[in-house]
């Protein structure tokens, strides 16, 4: 099939490519408010398979879901030093409520560590209550000067896990597997983005934080994407909530703390690891459509087609039957192809003699037929293949856009051209990162040599991760 | 076992009884913004479990889930007039972000009509693009001056629901397949409550709609409850924003538009249908924990109650294992009563050398030793006689204290005395209905005869519901 291409070419503008394949996927609109978003229903379709696939995993770690309230009083927020530091300049005012002005103004939730500090205060007595564990699925707002969709909005979507615990290490468990075995497990195995996990350099941690675990995306042009965060909050905000225990040794103790989160932001994520110049491509895992089965033309085809989305459904994939075959059958195809459906099967008057239908697959490309009856065994296979490929291309273009060096002159250079440096942390500090700052570029984050996560900055051997990023 | 009364009994103070039951047995704690809630895990649970069953059957409705902006400009919401009527005395308004004040400040949506409108208006062109039919799970504010826990609160949780039809028939059909078979039969089905399906007076309308549909349940003090509500809007939103679809006519058309939702006001329903002076009492198809299995004490009780959750999840119960041994069991037994899990299997050192347990039922009552054994096999039916009690009691409260009056001070009369009246709407008509307001007594809704939905205010036989309401 001949196209005319429907999106800006990667290699021509890549932030156009990616607004235009917004656009033309329909996955997302700007909203009339600056910076917010509307998420069309193909798009919601991606973050609610993100939902449950992360939510599942959270619950395996312990975690309990609840909901804490949208808006905040402005007071809160000053309890904590660094936090009201970092947030103050994002916040949304409500000042007027119930057609009055409000006694306190109050700030929509930019994050909720204040507000649930105060009601772990309450709810944690005794070493009996820890460690307590609960997460949330709700929006936020962090006035954007710059928004991008999916990207950076003023309103996101996202969880945001808190936690107490007795001690120091617990805590810092409780973060470190949140980090590798909840975030890395579901990006690396269901997303197919080979994530680098490691720890932000102090200047990049979270407001009120002593530790910032992060997960870090290498996109399509090699810029990083911070894909997730795992906090430490040490007793920052215990000790401004007053959020303590009675030991079992009979002693006031204040509670260890972590917070993490993902948000939305993922579905940018996702659009500029797997994307091409056709669109999206989806991971089958993720995929909230692995397989469009569609009627190219005629009744018998209509009825066919849903007979075997039928059938699909049964064993078990997740299908959507096209049978609109009053629009041309062109057009729908380029359209599955830009929303980036895995496999699509397709079904015309000639395939309904020979029970055939032609496989269309849309990660490796290409089309060949394939007997109708043989479908329910074959795409599991096909759909496991789409989705070691979209990983191994992910690991592929991290490792081959990463270069090892020795100098902070080198490690712009390589972020500047498109790609990430690793260089020594000894070599570079926190000197070598406010220069590369000037430049735009940023340490992503430090690992260790072996891949792993530095139990500390100055760890010997620690490498930082330098790029630019979105 | 012996019990002090924990809570309020509900006939000295069923407000108080409410509260009480929401405190202890950890549902929700008030926010610290005037009006708001924080949802504490087990209350949550309860609303996760509302969410899936809801969630699939709009899904199966035909409708897709997408997002909104919570901000709107206010310039929005004054352009259907008697929407904004509707809402401006409830509405929250940013005025600053990012530091600044707003050009022109924001809402935060009440409801999101208006802002929904302004995309279905770019993304409806042609009839092929007809029905539109959108969800959105959202948290909405409505400044709330006399706030209730789950049944008033300036923030809540819920779905809205938003279509677009080419004809008012389509419409009509879709509002009442939402109201009748995703609504009611969630109600009846899955909460286990014996609501009534009826139209609203025109008093009683949403702000926009030309019709509502409602559903209203009685609760235990024979109020009633709004538990949800589905309307059919008419062409008013779509003249506002100007909705139009070119027909296969060839001539630019206004859609039909419905809305409709239900919201964490169903928690409230839920506690004020089916709790006693004991606690809550949740159906056991909506219960998240269905069963608890409890160790009394002793490390092999510990073992085996383990060991018997595990088997109990694995034949697909919904299983809470509690093993807090070093809590005393009676404490545990009462928590779990008040929040009214179904089934408690308890698990002492004599049963282990049984092998039986003790079965308690939350919702007949009662205890009796079982066979471990046979516990798979029998609890699917224990748990189905349950489900089928609650709405028995439900049905038999709605009957029994709902009676047939022919004047307006009978019909003030019963609904002051803690009950339902039913009335001919030709008897009652908008002047008695205002009359029966100056009473705190409401037309809950207009009904035929046989219990059907009519089809207009003025339909021969209607009759009007009246009731004392939440």
Redesign the interface.
């Known amino acids: 099939m001949a196209k005319a291409p429907v999106l800006t070419p990667q290699a021509e503008d890549f932030p156009r490519w990616y607004q235009d394949l917004i656009n033309k996927a329909e996955l997302a609109?700007n909203?009339?408010?600056r910076g917010?978003?509307?998420?069309?229903?193909y798009g919601?379709?991606l973050?609610?398979r993100m939902q449950q696939e992360m939510d599942a995993r959270i619950k395996d770690a312990g975690a309990?879901?609840?909901?804490?309230?949208?808006?905040?009083?402005q007071s809160?927020l000053t309890r904590e030093a660094e936090h009201v530091e970092g947030f103050?300049?994002?916040?949304?005012?409500?000042?007027?409520?119930?057609?009055k002005e409000l006694e306190e103004?109050?700030v929509?939730r930019p994050t909720s560590e204040t507000?649930i500090n105060?009601?772990f205060s309450?709810w944690v007595q005794s070493y009996?209550d820890l460690p307590l564990l609960?997460n949330q699925w709700?929006?936020v707002?962090r006035?954007?000067?710059r928004p991008r969709v999916f990207l950076r909005t003023?309103?996101f979507?996202w969880q945001e896990g808190h936690t107490a615990h007795a001690t120091y290490e617990d805590a810092r468990d409780y973060a470190a597997h949140i980090h590798r075995n909840v975030y890395g497990d579901f990006m690396t195995n269901v997303l197919g983005i080979d994530v680098v996990l490691g720890r932000k350099t102090p200047k990049e941690r979270f407001a009120g934080a002593i530790n910032t675990l992060t997960l870090e995306g290498m996109m399509g042009d090699g810029k990083a994407l911070q894909m997730g965060t795992s906090h430490e909050l040490g007793t920052n905000f215990a000790k401004a909530f007053n959020t303590s225990y009675l030991s079992k040794e009979g002693q006031q103790e204040l509670v260890w703390q972590t917070s993490w989160g993902v948000s939305t932001r993922m579905v940018g994520g996702l659009i500029m690891s797997h994307g091409d110049d056709n669109g999206l491509r989806v991971p089958p895992r993720l995929a909230h459509v692995q397989v469009v089965v569609m009627a190219i033309k005629g009744d018998e085809a209509v009825a066919k087609v849903r007979e075997i989305g039928a059938r699909l459904k049964a064993a078990g994939l997740r299908v959507h039957v096209d049978d609109r075959v009053?629009?041309p059958f062109g057009r729908r195809a380029v359209d599955w192809e830009l929303k980036g459906v895995p496999v699509r099967i397709e079904i015309g008057p000639r395939d309904l003699e020979n029970g055939t239908a032609m496989l269309a697959r849309r990660i490796p490309g290409g089309k060949e037929p394939v007997q109708i009856d043989a479908l329910a065994d074959l795409l599991p296979k096909v759909l496991d293949e789409d989705q070691a490929q979209l990983l191994r291309e992910s690991r592929e273009r991290r490792i081959s856009r990463t270069s090892d060096v020795a100098t902070i002159e080198e490690a712009a250079e390589a972020a500047l051209a498109g790609g990430w440096a690793r260089i020594p942390w000894s070599v570079l500090g926190p000197e070598g990162e406010a220069k590369l700052g000037e430049q735009a570029v940023t340490v992503r984050c430090l690992v260790a040599e072996d891949g792993s996560v530095p139990e500390a900055d100055d760890a010997p051997g620690t490498l930082a991760i330098v790029a630019r990023s979105y």
Request: proline share 11%.
């Open positions: 609109d909203g009339p408010v917010t978003m509307v998420i069309r229903p919601y379709g973050w609610e309990q879901n609840a909901y804490f309230p949208l808006f905040i009083p809160y103050a300049p994002e916040l949304a005012v409500v000042t007027h409520g119930g057609g103004p109050v929509v507000i105060d009601y309450k009996r609960i709700a929006n707002v006035w954007e000067m003023s309103e979507l009053d629009t």
